[in-house]
């Protein structure tokens, strides 16, 4: 059974900095394709970042330059977890994070994080 388990969400001041992590465990294979979204309230659910098992990352325009997705453990089959360090957090980054991985043809989704950052 694969799982999908983000932490590190927190309230912040706008200006400082919080690093999420998402674990993805069980008989995952080989992941390709893990990302991190975002769901503000009343907002449709958006990309933040996503990287590839060969490293290639994508970045949504509200955050290039202010976060950074990283990946370890990529040939591990059964457990690979992936980062979001984000700097200079402003209010409008408010939301619930959700980690994303795509494994054995379908989307798994965790059960999101809380990111709160007050002005």
């Known amino acids: 059974q694969v799982q999908v388990v983000e932490s590190g969400g927190g309230l912040v001041q706008a200006g400082e900095s919080l690093r999420l992590s998402c674990v993805a465990s069980g008989n995952i294979g080989s992941v390709n394709h893990m990302a991190w979204y975002r769901q503000a309230p009343g907002k449709q659910r958006e990309l933040v970042a996503s990287?590839?098992?060969?490293?290639?990352?994508?970045?949504?325009?509200s955050v290039k330059g202010r976060f950074l997705i990283s990946r370890d453990n990529v040939k591990n089959a059964f457990k690979n977890t992936v980062y979001l360090q984000m700097n200079n957090l402003k209010p409008e980054d408010t939301g619930v994070y959700y980690c994303?991985?795509?494994?054995?043809?379908?989307?798994?989704w965790g059960q999101g994080t809380q990111v709160t950052v007050s002005s």
């Open positions: 990287i590839l098992s060969n490293g290639g990352t994508n970045y949504g325009d």
């Open positions: 994303k991985i795509y494994v054995y043809g379908r989307d798994k």
